[in-house]
């Protein structure tokens, strides 16, 4: 008999969610996404893909589907237990405290994780080790940090909830090149250290470096999903751009 597959880390069928008023941004997406891997969301400006991460994270609320982290149902959970359920979110802007210092920020994200499995000060060290940048400068204050060493508090500071699931929402937005590959290698690390990744980046190019797989959004719908060694720069112009007739 052949063994069986593992639970994916997260399970998504038939997504559909919107804002007030409007109609669905996001459109019937599915996807399963293997422990301990990279996805790379990716897609043209407006295609939905920060709207369907938002979903994810209980911040936008579904219209249709289910979500499931590590064979969990969590649709109808709110933010705070979606974190409490194992996933965790890194938003784009505002994720950090910047009047505040890095240890202080590392403390006010764990203020409400009481009865979480795994969070506390062996959680926070293996945390630390995967950032040693910050790690040195416990008494500095955030917005003091390089904006690569801003990402890295914001992904230490999801992770101490010990996230099944770690949800980034472009990372790398508005940083140097230098910063950019920094921010994607911690990202390498996150995922070594047996978390799953999905990353939502407008910097093509970096998101397929270090992606195991890369789904493309348009107009709110799966257009593609596939290692990125599959997918050539004509097949994503076609999809991000439409073929040239």
Same mark, same amino acid.
């Given at each position: 008999?052949?063994?069986?597959?593992?639970?994916?880390?997260?399970?998504?069928?038939?997504?559909?969610?919107?804002?007030?008023?409007?109609?669905?941004?996001?459109? $019937?997406?599915?996807?399963?996404?293997?422990?301990?891997?990279?996805?790379?969301?990716?897609?043209? #400006? $407006?295609?939905?893909?920060?709207?369907?991460?938002?979903? =994810?994270? $209980?911040?936008?609320?579904?219209?249709? /589907?289910?979500?499931?982290?590590?064979?969990?149902?969590?649709?109808? +959970?709110? *933010?705070?237990?979606?974190?409490?359920?194992?996933?965790?979110?890194?938003?784009?802007?505002?994720?950090?405290?910047? #009047?505040?210092?890095?240890?202080?920020?590392?403390?006010?994200?764990?203020?409400?994780?009481?009865?979480?499995?795994?969070?506390?000060?062996?959680?926070?060290?293996?945390?630390?080790?995967?950032?040693?940048?910050? !790690?040195?400068?416990?008494?500095?204050?955030? /917005? #003091?940090?390089?904006? /690569?060493?801003?990402?890295?508090?914001?992904?230490?500071?999801?992770?101490?909830? #010990?996230?099944?699931?770690?949800?980034?929402?472009?990372?790398?937005?508005? +940083?140097? *090149?230098?910063?950019?590959?920094?921010?994607?290698? !911690?990202?390498?690390?996150?995922?070594? !250290?047996?978390?799953?990744?999905? +990353?939502?980046?407008?910097?093509?190019? !970096?998101?397929?470096?270090?992606?195991?797989?890369?789904?493309?959004?348009?107009?709110?719908?799966?257009? =593609?999903?596939?290692?990125?060694?599959?997918?050539?720069? $004509?097949?994503?112009?076609?999809?991000?751009?439409?073929?040239?007739?």
């Amino acid at each position: 008999m052949s063994a069986e597959a593992p639970i994916p880390a997260l399970s998504v069928r038939g997504l559909r969610a919107g804002y007030q008023g409007g109609g669905d941004i996001v459109r $019937g997406i599915s996807l399963d996404l293997a422990p301990e891997t990279i996805l790379a969301v990716i897609g043209p #400006n $407006g295609s939905g893909k920060s709207s369907f991460v938002k979903t =994810l994270a $209980g911040l936008l609320r579904s219209r249709e /589907g289910s979500i499931e982290v590590t064979g969990r149902a969590i649709t109808g +959970l709110s *933010p705070a237990r979606r974190v409490m359920s194992g996933l965790a979110y890194v938003p784009q802007e505002a994720n950090v405290f910047r #009047n505040l210092t890095i240890r202080e920020n590392l403390k006010l994200a764990t203020e409400f994780l009481r009865g979480r499995s795994g969070v506390g000060p062996a959680q926070e060290e293996q945390v630390l080790s995967l950032f040693p940048e910050i !790690a040195r400068r416990p008494k500095a204050l955030a /917005g #003091n940090l390089s904006g /690569g060493q801003r990402q890295m508090l914001a992904f230490a500071c999801a992770l101490l909830a #010990n996230p099944e699931v770690l949800l980034l929402d472009e990372p790398t937005a508005g +940083l140097s *090149p230098k910063f950019v590959g920094e921010t994607m290698e !911690a990202v390498i690390r996150v995922r070594e !250290a047996g978390v799953t990744v999905l +990353l939502v980046e407008q910097n093509v190019a !970096a998101a397929l470096r270090i992606a195991d797989e890369v789904m493309v959004l348009v107009a709110g719908r799966k257009s =593609l999903q596939a290692p990125p060694s599959d997918v050539s720069s $004509g097949d994503l112009a076609d999809l991000f751009f439409g073929k040239m007739q």
